[in-house]
């Protein structure tokens, strides 16, 4: 099997993504809901990183230039790049795997641009820990929901994360809620996404997500939800995890 095909790479979902192309970046465009959500996870990763991880003997400043220095990352199903750019400006060397090369072809572009140096590749999650990479980091962001097959996708990300390190994952909950807000409201009301981004079977629970990562030797330590405000159209973190939610598991050192 190919880098860039495995057991949890989908073909539609591939395709629907790869046909975006340089419309990651388009604010206003197909991944606006995306970029409105970006901000939020940037500011748990950073909170998150800087409280896990010592710079040295002391602790990460959150408010200093470059927080997530020295820190290794990869970014799992990283689309266009809009998770791995921000990461990088704020230190941290990343590595981010796609399977869809046009994706990365994306990302590669608007990184040269910005003059960032992100380790793009367009390969699988289970094609990196086949190679027995290892990293601080492992992230799986609204990515999970897309892949064909979840436990090979979990088991592989699991393998590369180091001991004391973490994996973080966000997805979408499989509740009567989210169905409400994510494919009625967000896909067919407000189509924020094109309708069929996503597949309301294949959102997951937590504990779905959290059983195989425990399996795999991590342990969780994390567990935040994502809210919409209408009325300030924005995100924030909430307690609330019914709809969006982040998680976060340790392996123990």
């Not at 539609?12 to 993504?17: D, T």
């Amino acid at each position: 099997m190919s880098e860039n095909r495995s057991a949890s790479t989908d073909p539609e979902e591939l395709a629907r993504f790869a046909r975006l192309g340089d419309q990651w970046w388009d604010l206003k465009g197909p991944q606006a809901a995306l970029h409105k959500l970006n901000p939020v996870r940037i500011g748990y990763l950073r909170n998150l990183l800087c409280a896990h991880f010592p710079d040295g003997d002391k602790p990460r400043r959150r408010n200093s230039e470059k927080p997530l220095a020295g820190l290794k990352i990869v970014d799992c199903g990283c689309g266009g790049g809009l998770l791995a750019e921000p990461l990088a400006k704020l230190g941290a060397t990343v590595t981010a795997i796609d399977p869809a090369d046009e994706n990365i072809n994306v990302a590669r572009r608007h990184a040269e641009l910005g003059g960032l140096d992100i380790d793009y590749r367009p390969v699988t999650v289970e094609s990196l820990a086949a190679a027995g990479e290892i990293y601080d980091v492992v992230l799986g962001m609204e990515v999970l929901e897309h892949v064909a097959d979840v436990g090979s996708f979990l088991a592989a990300a699991a393998s590369l994360v180091r001991p004391g390190g973490l994996f973080v994952g966000a997805t979408l909950n499989r509740t009567l809620k989210s169905y409400a807000l994510a494919i009625v409201g967000a896909e067919y009301l407000l189509r924020w996404v094109e309708p069929g981004t996503h597949d309301w079977n294949k959102f997951l629970t937590p504990s779905e997500i959290v059983r195989p990562l425990v399996k795999a030797g991590l342990q969780e330590i994390d567990r935040s939800g994502m809210v919409y405000n209408p009325l300030l159209d924005d995100w924030r973190l909430s307690g609330d995890t019914d709809v969006n939610y982040l998680i976060a598991l340790e392996r123990p050192v």
